[in-house]
């Protein structure tokens, strides 16, 4: 299927809701938004402090902030621009690098956290509704009031526990800079909330009312994702297979290990030994699309011999928990392949495919072939998600493989028409929507 033909498919992390909770410091923006979180218990719902986008101090600078004479609570100590970026990043499904600033030494770090796949995010820090960029990119506006007293002791109790502050220093830098500075450019945010929040978490009400609106939120995307879905199944159906999808040959010995492994009285002992079996010959077939240049050896009886070399390195992601079974064929074939997983769960109610955890190898998107590995592909659901997030981290689709044991037509229609470039090794095609029964089999669960 040429690239041309390429169809759209948004993920639901791929237009993820940004919700800016401002107010002065101390105001408890923090605990407002974990108590958001909180009351949601869901994995898709992140937090983003502010605080991690101050910008790196010059040495000068530096010795300033330390006598505490620097002035942190002005809109110019903040990078807004890597901050739009990210939010834009985010906004778009992308993974999202976010720096760590550490209070402590005055000074962004080396090392960075990754934000990626959240359907929402929480966006806490004093100028979250400051900057218009970042407005355009909210959907929801939050300002968190508190008295002031109640935020000057708060903020000596932060800074001196958990930032290396004395209380003197706290408090010069309070009259100096955090107290005009509220009425300067904090407080006219309130005037651009959607939603005011007065007394933080002990407002049950207002935490109460953001996450019943959160919880809409999620239910339309979801809702949307499954009509996507079922619009990529309905354009599966009715195109031919495409030349990416890849059945093994089927040989004799092809089809005696089908046999045994479709017979119900096959005891486990066999059918884990088959199946090891049949996923070495998948990998062999996959692993013709790693690049090769050609080398030159001398044999064992010094003569020489024109053959191969990789040139590139091989990983595997395994999607969970059935993608386990190919693991002992995995390591038959390639034994010192790095591999990654991911956990994409369907929704029993929904039938809607969840991503829930990922681990990839590092380095991934210079690798020169990556396996997907899952023994059954029925709808196509979690594999889509599962080459998404690759293709989000920055690997190239031509390099991907979905390695499975069996697989629908539409299934593979479905991701192949969305990422026409990735190619689907199978053993053999199966019923659309078969039930998963190849991993229970083999781990007896």
């Given at each position: 299927m040429a690239s041309a033909n390429r169809i759209h498919y948004s993920p639901p992390w791929g237009d993820a809701s940004i919700i800016g909770v401002a107010g002065s410091s101390g105001s408890g923006k923090t605990s407002l938004a974990l108590a958001i979180v909180a009351s949601l218990n869901l994995p898709w719902v992140v937090i983003m402090s502010m605080d991690s986008f101050y910008k790196p101090l010059t040495p000068e600078q530096s010795r300033v902030a330390f006598r505490n004479e620097f002035d942190f609570d002005s809109p110019e100590a903040i990078d807004f621009d890597v901050l739009v970026d990210r939010l834009r990043d985010i906004k778009q499904g992308k993974v999202a690098e976010i720096p760590v600033y550490s209070f402590e030494k005055h000074a962004r770090l080396e090392e960075t956290t990754?934000?990626?796949?959240?359907?929402?995010?929480?966006?806490?820090?004093?100028?979250?509704?400051?900057?218009?960029?970042?407005l355009d990119l909210l959907d929801l506006k939050i300002f968190a009031e508190a008295d002031a007293d109640l935020c000057l002791s708060r903020r000596l109790v932060r800074d001196v526990k958990?930032?290396?502050?004395?209380?003197?220093?706290?408090?010069?830098?309070?009259?100096?800079?955090?107290?005009?500075?509220?009425?300067?450019?904090?407080?006219?945010?309130?005037?651009?909330?959607?939603?005011?929040?007065?007394?933080?978490?002990?407002?049950?009400?207002?935490?109460?009312?953001?996450?019943?609106?959160?919880?809409?939120?999620?239910?339309?995307?979801?809702?949307?994702?499954?009509?996507?879905?079922r619009r990529l199944g309905k354009i599966a159906e009715d195109a031919p297979l495409s030349s990416n999808a890849l059945v093994l040959k089927q040989t004799n010995q092809v089809h005696g290990i089908h046999t045994l492994l479709m017979n119900p009285q096959t005891s486990r002992e066999d059918y884990v030994f088959y199946f090891d079996r049949m996923v070495s010959m998948l990998i062999e077939k996959a692993v013709d699309f790693l690049p090769f240049e050609p080398g030159q050896v001398t044999t064992p009886q010094g003569n020489l011999y024109m053959g191969?070399?990789?040139?590139?390195?091989?990983?595997?992601?395994?999607?969970?928990?059935?993608?386990?079974?190919?693991?002992?064929?995995?390591?038959?074939?390639?034994?010192?392949c790095r591999t990654g997983r991911v956990l994409i769960q369907t929704n029993y109610r929904t039938g809607e495919p969840e991503l829930h955890y990922r681990a990839l190898p590092a380095g991934i998107s210079e690798h020169g072939l990556i396996l997907l590995l899952d023994p059954q592909m029925s709808s196509g659901g979690a594999a889509l998600m599962a080459v998404r997030v690759l293709v989000d981290h920055g690997v190239p689709e031509d390099r991907i493989v979905f390695v499975t044991y069996l697989a629908g037509r539409v299934g593979v229609n479905r991701v192949l028409?969305?990422?026409?470039?990735?190619?689907?090794?199978?053993?053999?095609?199966?019923?659309?929507?078969?039930n998963r029964w190849v991993e229970t089999r083999y781990l007896g669960c």
């Amino acid at each position: 299927m040429a690239s041309a033909n390429r169809i759209h498919y948004s993920p639901p992390w791929g237009d993820a809701s940004i919700i800016g909770v401002a107010g002065s410091s101390g105001s408890g923006k923090t605990s407002l938004a974990l108590a958001i979180v909180a009351s949601l218990n869901l994995p898709w719902v992140v937090i983003m402090s502010m605080d991690s986008f101050y910008k790196p101090l010059t040495p000068e600078q530096s010795r300033v902030a330390f006598r505490n004479e620097f002035d942190f609570d002005s809109p110019e100590a903040i990078d807004f621009d890597v901050l739009v970026d990210r939010l834009r990043d985010i906004k778009q499904g992308k993974v999202a690098e976010i720096p760590v600033y550490s209070f402590e030494k005055h000074a962004r770090l080396e090392e960075t956290t990754t934000i990626y796949s959240p359907h929402v995010l929480i966006l806490e820090g004093i100028f979250a509704l400051h900057d218009q960029r970042v407005l355009d990119l909210l959907d929801l506006k939050i300002f968190a009031e508190a008295d002031a007293d109640l935020c000057l002791s708060r903020r000596l109790v932060r800074d001196v526990k958990e930032r290396g502050r004395d209380i003197e220093g706290c408090i010069k830098q309070w009259f100096s800079f955090v107290k005009p500075n509220f009425y300067k450019y904090v407080s006219p945010q309130r005037e651009i909330a959607d939603i005011i929040i007065p007394r933080g978490i002990e407002n049950k009400v207002a935490i109460s009312m953001v996450s019943h609106q959160i919880q809409k939120t999620l239910s339309h995307k979801s809702a949307q994702h499954q009509a996507e879905l079922r619009r990529l199944g309905k354009i599966a159906e009715d195109a031919p297979l495409s030349s990416n999808a890849l059945v093994l040959k089927q040989t004799n010995q092809v089809h005696g290990i089908h046999t045994l492994l479709m017979n119900p009285q096959t005891s486990r002992e066999d059918y884990v030994f088959y199946f090891d079996r049949m996923v070495s010959m998948l990998i062999e077939k996959a692993v013709d699309f790693l690049p090769f240049e050609p080398g030159q050896v001398t044999t064992p009886q010094g003569n020489l011999y024109m053959g191969l070399k990789k040139t590139a390195e091989v990983s595997a992601v395994v999607i969970l928990r059935g993608g386990s079974a190919f693991e002992t064929g995995l390591r038959r074939t390639i034994p010192d392949c790095r591999t990654g997983r991911v956990l994409i769960q369907t929704n029993y109610r929904t039938g809607e495919p969840e991503l829930h955890y990922r681990a990839l190898p590092a380095g991934i998107s210079e690798h020169g072939l990556i396996l997907l590995l899952d023994p059954q592909m029925s709808s196509g659901g979690a594999a889509l998600m599962a080459v998404r997030v690759l293709v989000d981290h920055g690997v190239p689709e031509d390099r991907i493989v979905f390695v499975t044991y069996l697989a629908g037509r539409v299934g593979v229609n479905r991701v192949l028409s969305v990422f026409p470039e990735v190619r689907v090794v199978m053993a053999r095609m199966g019923d659309d929507m078969e039930n998963r029964w190849v991993e229970t089999r083999y781990l007896g669960c």
